[in-house]
């Protein structure tokens, strides 16, 4: 990645989750990416996120740049450094983040305290925008999710701060309600308590005042930009992102090209040389006791409604009777966890299921994979089918979100002139899903034809790049 000389300005990046930090999803892959790719067109990105425990250990070999007695019912402070490449503010608030557990959940479910916990983030993301980190001032606060979601609120509320902010959506499913009685005690001032600014059915969002009060709201896809507006994606907030249309952008997500190459994996290959990829199929199948005579489809994903794990069931038995196999590598909702532990029983041998979180496998099952499936009910952008392109395992998606914006149906018109990537379908039910399997079976069958597709998909260009610069225009814009 080149790094221009000249800084054009500073941003200070707050959200919940950060690669090689913390991670539960795709928002830790962005979070972590931004930075090396904003710092390549001129803007300099520090990221502000909570010290779990998890992350204590970090802490003696930081430097403290704010303390604060009474951070939402205890003390803070704020340490800066410099974490595997990143530069890190983490705020260091033992009554809120030092437990055991995930950053939302403990082993008895949601923190109970979650709207205190990122309350706290975000008035010290705001705090720090205007006063600056020993003498580091940023242009602008770019807030991600609702964790994140009432920093462009306090920044807004505070008084006149010249500071700028965005808003990013990186999943509208997620809202942040609180009940109206939490007003005070997140410090928020109640006269702006109406449904033009904090009022949310009869409670409080913190994503909603995140998009009502910052400069500019983007979300991770063009698609899904567009479909924020429709009551099925905007799930209660299409009015308020319909009304701020003119500041709203939709800037698809890249992937990280340094950790994502078929290249770097184990047996190196490229779309040139591609027989590596044979060697990583056979050792997949091995790794999970697979005998798979046609395509060998992949899954790895959060196990939620979102992602359409549910119409497997369906699908799976004609998808198998065909020839093909499914290795699945996921964790999440207990009911889907053992619908597809059931299906690996009934298909064993052609059909292989992981439950669990595993960084390394999941390298290892796309550079052995022919497929990857992404059946998703709304996906504002995705990244495994982005990865799929990168590595040659074709991505079969539903035709939403950022799924329709990255993968290039194989109609015969787009066979015929070269350019597509993968197999697409719609609406995202049992019946539509099994014709694009089918098709999946066909496709794969043509060996010259899968093989030219497998080619398109590497050609794509999936790095930071593009939208790096897209972000840098929007800062431009509102620092102007
Ligand atoms: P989301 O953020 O909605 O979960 P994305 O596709 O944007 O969806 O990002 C998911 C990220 O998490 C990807 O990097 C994916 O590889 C990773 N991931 C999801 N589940 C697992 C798992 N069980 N093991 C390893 N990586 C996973
Ligand atoms: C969310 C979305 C996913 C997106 C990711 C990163 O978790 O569900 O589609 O890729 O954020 O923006």
């Known amino acids: 990645m080149q790094v221009s000389g000249a800084v054009r300005g500073r941003v200070l990046s707050v959200a919940s ?15 972590g990416a931004l930075p090396a790719a904003l710092a390549a067109v001129g803007w300099e990105m520090r990221v502000l996120l909570p010290a ?4 204590r250990g970090y802490l003696d070999a930081m430097d403290e740049v704010l303390a604060d007695p009474d951070l939402f019912g205890g003390p803070a402070r704020v ?22 557990g995930g950053p939302y959940a403990g082993p008895a479910g949601d923190w109970p305290d979650n709207a205190q916990r990122f309350a706290a983030l975000s008035w010290i993301a705001a705090r720090l925008a205007r006063e600056g980190v020993q003498g580091w001032q940023p242009d602008v606060l770019h807030a991600h999710d609702w964790q994140a979601g009432l920093a462009p609120a306090y920044l807004r509320y ?16 997620f809202q942040g309600w609180a009940p109206a ?14 449904p033009a600014a904090l009022e949310y059915y009869g409670g409080l969002s913190s994503l909603k005042a995140g998009l ?15 479909e924020l507006v429709r009551p099925e994606f905007g799930l209660g907030l299409e009015g308020v992102i319909a009304a701020r249309a003119a500041s709203v952008f939709g800037v698809l997500n890249g992937i990280d090209t340094e950790v994502w190459s078929p290249e770097r994996e184990v047996m190196p290959y490229s779309a040139k040389k591609m027989q590596a990829k044979a060697a990583h199929r056979a050792a997949l199948c091995a790794e ?3 005998q798979v005579p046609g395509p060998l489809a992949i899954l790895v994903s959060r196990l939620t409604d979102q992602k359409g794990i549910d119409l497997l069931e369906s699908v799976v038995p004609d998808f198998v009777a065909a020839g093909g196999g499914l290795a699945v590598l996921g964790s999440g909702d207990p009911a889907l966890q053992a619908a597809l532990l059931a299906l690996a029983q009934r298909f064993a041998g052609r059909v292989s299921v992981k439950i669990g979180y595993d960084e390394d496998l999941s390298h290892r099952m796309f550079a052995g994979g022919d497929a990857v499936l992404v059946p998703s009910r709304f996906e504002p952008c995705g990244l495994t089918q982005i990865y799929g392109l990168a590595y040659g395992t074709v991505p079969v998606v539903s035709a939403v979100g950022g799924l329709a914006d990255t993968v290039i149906d194989a109609s015969p018109a787009a066979i015929s002139a070269k350019v597509a990537t993968g197999i697409v379908f719609h609406p995202v039910d049992a019946l539509a899903f099994g014709q694009a399997l089918r098709r999946l079976i066909a496709l794969y069958a043509d060996k010259k034809l899968f093989a030219r597709v497998q080619k398109n998909a590497m050609a794509q260009e999936v790095g930071w790049a593009a939208s790096a610069a897209r972000y840098a225009d929007i800062y431009q814009g509102l620092v102007e």
Not at 17 to 31: H, N, S, W
Not at 52 to 55: G, W
């Open 17 to 31: 989750e950060c690669v090689p930090l913390i991670k539960t999803g795709g928002l830790a892959d962005v979070v």
């Open 52 to 55: 779990y425990r998890a992350l």
């Open 79 to 100: 340490m800066a450094g410099q974490i595997a490449g990143l530069s890190v503010l983490l705020l260091d608030a033992p009554h809120l983040y030092d437990r055991d």
């Open 158 to 173: 505070g008084g006149t701060a010249s500071v700028a902010s965005v808003m990013t959506i990186h999943n509208m499913a």
């Open 181 to 194: 009685h939490l007003l005070a005690a997140l410090r928020l001032p109640p006269d702006q308590y109406h």
């Open 212 to 226: 009502v009060t910052a400069g500019a709201v983007t979300t991770v896809s063009p698609n899904y930009a567009r």
């Open 288 to 290: 999970f006791g697979l």
